[in-house]
């Protein structure tokens, strides 16, 4: 059992852009690999980013960083309505917890909020960590990018009222 980095969370700055893009390319190309094949991660993280397109998803997100005394260790974006659009964790941080520390401040920030569920669009990577999360599969669906598709599951998840 490795030894547990002290990850802290802050929120994004415009500065983090360039690397939260590329930790969002390395964990699709690594730890999407065992899931997609190449053709579907070059699809689904292109190695020319388009980064205009990035600065106008990233704007419509409240996002949460984890990172170390060094380096950035994941991400999470999401909207107060309750939807997880983005979750990614640095392959050399894989499995240390990173994504559930960042998917429980989420949740507690979606709760205050006053949404009754959280829900996302998992890939096959990420069902097993959102399942763990208390998730359920609600419809596996298919994206069309050109010429490829790839398989992700609508899940969602049900939250208690705050007051209830
Ligand atoms: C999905 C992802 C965000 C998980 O990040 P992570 O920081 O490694 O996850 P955590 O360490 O917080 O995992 C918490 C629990 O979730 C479950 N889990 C996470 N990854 C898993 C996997 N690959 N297989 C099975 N269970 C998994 C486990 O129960 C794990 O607890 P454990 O390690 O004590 O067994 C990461 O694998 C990732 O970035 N994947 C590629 C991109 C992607 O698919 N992003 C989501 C888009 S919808």
Redesign the pocket.
């Known amino acids: 059992m490795p030894s547990h980095p002290a990850f802290t969370l802050r929120g994004y700055h415009a500065q983090d852009l360039q690397a939260l893009v590329e930790l ?1 390319s390395a ?2 190309h ?3 690999a ?2 997609y094949e190449q053709t579907q991660r070059q699809a689904w993280a292109p190695a020319q980013a388009d980064m205009p397109a990035w600065k106008t998803r990233l704007a419509a997100l409240e996002l949460l960083i984890a990172e170390d005394s060094r380096q950035l ?2 991400f999470i974006g999401f909207t107060s309505d309750g939807h ?1 659009d ?6 050399r ?11 429980a401040a989420a949740q507690t920030r979606i709760e205050a909020a006053g949404a009754t569920s959280v829900f ?7 069902r ?6 208390g998730f359920s599969v609600e419809q596996a669906q298919t994206v069309v990018r050109g010429a490829v598709t790839l398989q ?1 599951f609508a899940m969602r998840k049900p939250l208690r009222p705050l007051n209830g």
């Open positions: 969002f964990a699709v690594q730890l999407g065992a899931d260790a994941g997880i983005l979750l990614f964790t640095a392959p941080y894989a499995r240390q917890g990173v994504a559930a520390m960042l998917y996302t669009e998992a890939s096959l990577t990420a097993p960590f959102f399942a763990r999360q992700r």
